[in-house]
């Protein structure tokens, strides 16, 4: 059966449940510089991604602020593709990346003028992003 929509993700692979969960930063690489742990700016330290079906909250650092967005993955490509929605002054932009899932740990490529195709920025290139998260354990109560 031919999809009638070729650039339209087929619904079943629109979602992801592994990407459900708090997700912790763990490390950022740009270009040729990777950093992780306590040499994360400051700014950066503690931002997680709260996921839940296709909504995300990006809290930066800990900070009161809040970032909602909307994503939509296709896990049908290698990597999986993901983007991000976010409604700013009456205009919706939105984020092309991918990412991948191993074990606890959640990968996200982005560039902000196309999707990224790996997950190793050239070391001359500075608009593409690499960040690790950590999935946040369930305390037991």
């Given at each position: 059966?031919?999809?009638?929509?070729a650039d339209t993700p087929i619904e079943a692979h629109r979602l992801d449940a592994r990407l459900d969960g708090v997700w912790i930063l763990n490390s950022m690489q740009r270009g040729g510089e990777k950093v992780e742990g306590d040499d994360l700016p400051v700014r950066m330290r503690g931002t997680t991604r709260t996921i839940k079906g296709n909504q995300m909250i990006l809290a930066r650092g800990g900070a009161?602020?809040?970032l909602k967005c909307t994503i939509t993955v296709d896990t049908s490509t290698k990597p999986h593709q993901m983007d991000i929605s976010v409604e700013k002054d009456g205009k919706v932009q939105v984020l092309k990346c991918i990412y991948e899932i191993k074990e606890d740990q959640l990968r996200?490529?982005?560039?902000?003028t196309g999707r990224p195709e790996t997950f190793t920025p050239d070391p001359s290139a500075t608009r593409t992003l690499v960040t690790t998260y950590v999935r946040q354990r369930q305390s037991s109560r």
């Open positions: 059966m031919l999809n009638a929509h009161p602020r809040q996200i490529a982005e560039n902000v």
